[in-house]
C-alpha cells in the first residue's frame, strides 16, 4: 500500500487549504485513515482521523476549522479553514489496516 499526500502550499493566515491522501487502494479498505502534522523541532501529533464507519474525531486544536472525509474512490481529505501560524507543519496522511501506512508528507506554510 502507498500513500500520496498532496494539496500543501503557502497560505495565509485565516485561509484555507485542502489536502488530499490518494491510496492505491481503495481508501474503504482501511480501518481508519488519519491526518498527523509535524512541525519544526516538535514530535509528530494527531490532527483528525475517520474511522472506516465515517465517525470523525480530531485534535482540540482544530476542532471547528479542520474537517476530514472520505472520496468515493482511493482518496481522504483535509480540509482545513480559517489557519493559523501555528498549523504551519509537514503534514502526513497516515492509513491503518492492522499496519500503520505513511504517506511521505506534504509542507503546509501559513504566514503573511
Known amino acids: 500500500v502507498q500513500l500520496a499526500e498532496s494539496g500543501g502550499g503557502l497560505v495565509q493566515p485565516g485561509g484555507s487549504l485542502r489536502l488530499s491522501c490518494t491510496a492505491t487502494?481503495?481508501?474503504?479498505?482501511?480501518?481508519?485513515v488519519a491526518w498527523f502534522r509535524q512541525a519544526p523541532g516538535k514530535q509528530r501529533e494527531f490532527v483528525a482521523r475517520?474511522?472506516?464507519?465515517?465517525?470523525t474525531d480530531c485534535a482540540d486544536s482544530v476542532k471547528g476549522r479542520f474537517n476530514i472525509s472520505r472520496g468515493r474512490g482511493n482518496t481522504a481529505y483535509l480540509q482545513m479553514n480559517n489557519l493559523e501560524a501555528e498549523d504551519t507543519a509537514v503534514y502526513y496522511c497516515?492509513?491503518?489496516?492492522?499496519?500503520?501506512?505513511w504517506g511521505q508528507g506534504t509542507q503546509v506554510t501559513v504566514s503573511s
Open positions: 497516515n492509513a491503518h489496516r492492522g499496519v500503520a501506512y
Open positions: 475517520i474511522a472506516g464507519g465515517g465517525t
Open positions: 487502494e481503495s481508501i474503504f479498505s482501511f480501518t481508519y
